[in-house]
């Protein structure tokens, strides 16, 4: 009877390989939600106009917070006095700034102290393409941050913008209609579209060739519907991948060898829950890309992406804060730093950290590379 013992043990270890295996599939599969992690940290929607919203994210109840290296944080009670706004990108969802509650960017900045703020573009449908990339920086924006002063009670605010939400308030200052802005944090904010690695090169060959069509019959994106330029959130989640296609493939086969493991495929599902649930981008907004950023490549000379010659990066006079990463193939760092010897501002740090395009602002790395310097540099400058 003794030497079956460790036959029947490995029998009962098989067994419970497969049934984890199996279970682990069919959540992943059929009822992933309860795999999702993200988006943990209680917040209030404090304005609504219909599409965009305006998250409020009350100081924590906890004295201390985890983080994703197994260690702690102590919550301040100590708070700074500018209110941080945080301004997201079109085509993402706010999964990625409260992925993990122990990777999560809002709930760290809550622990150092911040009265923080989140713009949530909302999901634009059809009857939203005829918003263009002005209507963000020039209308929508403006709005948003009057809400927040109308809720802070303070008129000074800092800036921290992802992405093309980098490039919303890098323009918005631009404009020179606020002087209440006291920082801005830049991270993976693209300026000159013609620097930008491998994209940058494709960008050019767009601009040879429509360039070439305008000057031979005046054709622009503009003069067609901006409904035919919509993009899908399906497209967006599929060309965000393809920015690193064996990446991604590695992602699925690693899921495949780790099925069994219950945290590895709640990981995966929190992920993915980011990655496959993007945003359409609105007609107007891809053919203001096309025209102003691909073939004018218009802030690469300072000027901004709209009609008219409102605002210019010279009017920039605000400390920055400009985040990028090498290993960023969606915006490099020669495309992010072309805005720096643009701006008028004398306080400007360049900050490089590890990671692409999603890592720099949300991943692993990110909370001891970059987070603890954002809250620092502001905290710096806070008064």
């Excluded at 509650?101 to 923080?116: C, D, I, M, N, T």
């Excluded at 096309?290 to 073939?295: N, P, Q």
């Excluded at 010279?314 to 400390?319: A, E, I, K, M, S």
């Amino acid at each position: 009877m003794p030497q079956s013992a460790p036959a029947l043990s490995s029998t009962s270890t098989r067994t419970a390989f497969v049934r984890n295996t199996l279970d682990n599939a069919r959540q992943w599969i059929t009822r992933p939600r309860p795999l999702i992690q993200a988006q943990t940290t209680p917040f209030q929607v404090v304005h609504d106009d219909g599409l965009a919203r305006l998250r409020y994210y009350p100081p924590l109840a906890e004295t201390s917070i985890p983080l994703d290296d197994g260690g702690t944080l102590a919550v301040s009670r100590d708070p700074q006095r500018t209110p941080l706004v945080l301004v997201p990108p079109l085509a993402v969802n706010m999964l990625i700034y409260d992925l993990f509650p122990q990777r999560s960017l809002v709930r760290y900045l809550l622990a150092r102290g911040f009265e923080l703020y989140l713009i949530d573009w909302g999901r634009p449908g059809r009857e939203h393409n005829h918003q263009g990339l002005a209507h963000y920086f020039s209308e929508r924006l403006p709005g948003m941050l009057e809400r927040v002063r109308e809720h802070s009670g303070k008129r000074r605010l800092n800036l921290h913008g992802w992405s093309f939400g980098g490039l919303f308030s890098l323009c918005y200052c631009a404009l020179g209609r606020d002087p209440d802005i006291a920082n801005l944090v830049l991270v993976g904010a693209p300026t000159d579209y013609h620097r930008n690695g491998v994209l940058g090169r494709q960008y050019q060959r767009i601009s040879h060739t429509l360039g070439w069509l305008r000057r031979r019959t005046g054709w622009r994106a503009h003069e067609l519907s901006p409904g035919w330029f919509r993009s899908p959130g399906w497209l967006n989640s599929l060309a965000f991948k393809l920015t690193s296609p064996v990446a991604s493939l590695k992602s699925y086969l690693d899921l495949l060898r780790h099925l069994d493991d219950h945290d590895y495929v709640s990981n995966h599902a929190t992920n993915g829950a980011f990655l496959d649930d993007m945003v359409a981008y609105p007609g107007a907004v891809i053919q203001d890309i096309i025209h102003y950023l691909w073939v004018d490549n218009v802030m690469a000379e300072g000027r901004l992406p709209m009609a008219g010659n409102e605002g210019n990066l010279g009017r920039v006079t605000v400390p920055m804060l400009n985040i990028t990463s090498p290993a960023d193939m969606i915006v490099t760092p020669e495309c992010s730093r072309a805005m720096l010897p643009l701006v008028s501002s004398t306080d400007v740090e360049c900050l490089s950290v590890s990671g692409g395009h999603m890592a720099i602002l949300g991943g692993g790395k990110a909370q001891q590379e970059s987070w603890p310097r954002v809250a620092q540099w502001l905290i710096q400058r806070d008064g």
